[in-house]
DNA sequence: GTCGATGTTATCAA
DNA sequence: TTTGATAACATCGA
């Protein structure tokens, strides 16, 4: 569910609730998502104060006081949340951090795909679906999208979604940043023009900074940032999840097909395979 | 009740 | 090297 544009509305709302609060209570409701174990997270935790919200793709990164960092990924439901104790606790809540304020950061995540590591040393890099990523796809350089995609000799469509190339797209935005280019999600990345690269990049940076403005994407409200609110851009998708619907830039129908077995929604009369 | 699909990704086989 | 299938899990809709 979260892509770049929600992990970074998520961090952004973060920053803004809890920098500078201190973990006062840790309760772990379910710890098989909790790496190295619950109660080393927890022990952790404890009393520590946070100092920065992060992200890299779709994993984010919360700083605290003594060095050490709490790493996680939301994968396809995860959530996190900054409520009032007294707000009813939904099902699927794993772990409850009780601040100094008296609020609580709850993590939620109803399939369990997702996780949270605590890295007593701070260092990120170490953990292999970190090291395995590649440059972040809001803020990479168009030299090096272009190269790399070039590099691959691949589907444009997988190689979007593959986070060791770029990291931060997943099936909705790697969609819609394919129909802003104009480009068949089928078409081999060594068989396009670097012009055409660099309007796949260009593409891809105006579907990301217009996501992040509008606060991500929420479809049936499973998306929800530290506040409680969904975002605003699922009002401005192309062609994810449109199909039969007609495309905005010739009003014929959205088709779907399968693309290394994903779901793939675009517009057959306007991005052609080159 | 059953089947298929879901915004992610690690892993294994071909 | 690349791809496809599968698995992890819960829920929803047809």
């Known amino acids: 569910m979260p892509e770049l544009p929600e992990v970074e509305t998520i961090v952004r709302g973060l920053r803004r609730e809890v920098l500078g609060r201190r973990i006062t209570t840790v309760r772990i409701l379910r710890d098989d998502r909790l790496l190295p174990s619950g109660r080393e997270l927890a022990d952790g935790l404890l009393e520590r104060s946070l100092l920065g919200a992060r992200r890299l793709g779709k994993h984010f990164f919360l700083d605290l006081d003594d060095g050490a960092v709490l790493a996680g990924h939301l994968r396809m439901t995860g959530q996190l949340r900054v409520q009032a104790p007294t707000e009813p606790l939904l099902a699927h809540t794993h772990a409850l951090f009780t601040l100094d304020d008296g609020r609580e950061l709850r993590?939620?995540?109803v399939r369990r795909f997702g996780w949270l590591h605590y890295l007593p040393d701070?260092?990120?890099?170490?953990?292999p679906s970190v090291r395995a990523l590649g440059p972040d796809a809001l803020t990479i350089d168009p030299g090096e999208f272009s190269a790399r995609l070039?590099?691959?000799r691949r589907m444009l469509k997988p190689l979007l979604l593959a986070q060791n190339v770029v990291c931060g797209l997943g099936n909705i935005y790697a969609d819609e940043v394919l129909w802003r280019a104009r480009l068949h999600p089928r078409q081999r990345s060594d068989r396009l023009?670097?012009?055409r690269l660099r309007e796949l990049h260009q593409a891809m940076r105006e579907v990301l900074e217009a996501a992040i403005r509008a606060r991500g994407t929420s479809i049936d409200g499973a998306y929800l940032d530290p506040d409680g609110f969904g975002g605003g851009y699922q009002t401005s998708l192309a062609v994810y999840g449109r199909e039969g619907l007609p495309a905005p830039c010739c009003g014929r129908p959205v088709r779907r097909i399968?693309?290394?077995s994903r779901s793939t929604y675009f517009c057959p009369h306007c991005?052609?395979?080159r």
Do not use: F, N, T
Not at 122 to 127: Q, S
């Open 107 to 109: 993590w939620r995540d």
């Open 122 to 127: 701070g260092r990120v890099e170490d953990l």
């Open 150 to 152: 070039a590099a691959a």
């Open 193 to 195: 023009s670097s012009r």
């Open 258 to 260: 399968l693309v290394a």
């Open 271 to 273: 991005q052609r395979r």
